[in-house]
């Protein structure tokens, strides 16, 4: 069982959650996820890791309350226990594979939508860590829905909070934003988003035409995290990958998120997951790649 040491609220909806899991803890890097279950019956939510610390043995994770999963979860509180904690799943970020002196010579820009702001944290704070600064661009639906602010601005060079209805930091999309920071004459090496499809999406199309080289985390619909479900199939570059072993990092502008959105879509109810599987074949099932 894995003890929750600490709930909050952070706004409506939206719940953080440090939960006492050493073993996941030592393992982990910025990027990865975890799959959790409340009880033996639940359903398996896979939550990419906001924050780890490897002394007191601890994972911290951030969710929103929007299906009967999450739902259920955000009942739990401080001392309850998850029946399982999975992971580290997936493959850590590409700057944790990176030489030191070569990231201290990028300039990085981190574009974050919603609840994505939670897995940037992890990748700013692992930088920060090695005298690394930079820029993060988070919007958000309105101020109600802005989180992580104080912690970001800690880690970050320059942070940017913008609103769709200008209720809080600055007016409209975070692709705004970016263009904003480019008439200013700000120029980076490379991006990562990470937030709603439709916003990697359109961040995408924007920094390609940017010439901005640009990873994208997605987090698809993923039920058993390793390949074999067939859930998180994705196509990057004309080839099929599987999200929660295969990534859950990818070039974004090699992404073809149309197919990923509508394959979510479809993907939702019993009678398209058969369709799907019957459309794609062999190439439906991915595997652990450890086998």
């Not at 009880?39 to 490897?54: F, G, K, N």
């Not at 709603?196 to 997605?218: A, D, N």
């Not at 859930?231 to 072993?245: D, L, M, N, P």
Request: aromatic fraction near 8%; proline fraction near 4%.
């Amino acid at each position: 069982m894995y003890e929750i040491i600490e709930k909050k609220e952070l706004v409506s909806g939206i719940f953080l959650m440090i939960v006492k899991a050493p073993r996941v803890a030592a393992g982990c890097l910025p990027g990865q996820f975890v799959i959790v279950r409340t009880d033996e019956w639940a359903e398996r939510i896979p939550l990419t890791i906001c924050d780890y610390d490897r002394k007191e043995g601890t994972v911290t994770i951030v969710f929103a309350a929007i299906g009967e999963g999450t739902y259920i979860m955000s009942k739990l509180n401080k001392g309850d226990s998850f029946r399982d904690f999975t992971g580290p799943l997936g493959q850590p970020s590409e700057f944790t594979k990176e030489e030191d002196s070569v990231l201290k010579n990028k300039k990085i820009l981190f574009v974050a939508g919603g609840v994505g702001t939670a897995p940037v944290y992890p990748q700013v704070k692992y930088l920060h860590e090695k005298g690394i600064y930079a820029d993060v661009i988070v919007g958000f639906k309105n101020k109600d829905f802005v989180i992580l602010e104080d912690e970001l601005k800690e880690v970050s060079g320059n942070l940017y909070v913008t609103t769709d209805d200008g209720s809080y930091g600055r007016n409209g999309m975070v692709t705004k934003v970016i263009s904003d920071l480019y008439e200013e004459g700000k120029k980076y090496d490379v991006c990562v988003a990470i937030g709603p499809m439709i916003m990697m999406k359109f961040v995408c199309k924007q920094t390609k035409e940017l010439g901005l080289p640009t990873i994208v985390s997605l987090n698809p619909i993923m039920v058993d995290g390793t390949g074999m479900c067939g859930a998180c199939r994705v196509t990057v570059g004309g080839e099929v990958k599987f999200a929660c072993v295969d990534g859950p990092e990818f070039d974004g502008h090699l992404v073809d998120f149309d197919q990923a959105m509508q394959r979510q879509t479809i993907y939702k109810t019993v009678e398209g997951q058969k369709y799907l599987e019957a459309k794609e074949g062999k190439t439906h099932h991915g595997g652990c790649h450890n086998c």
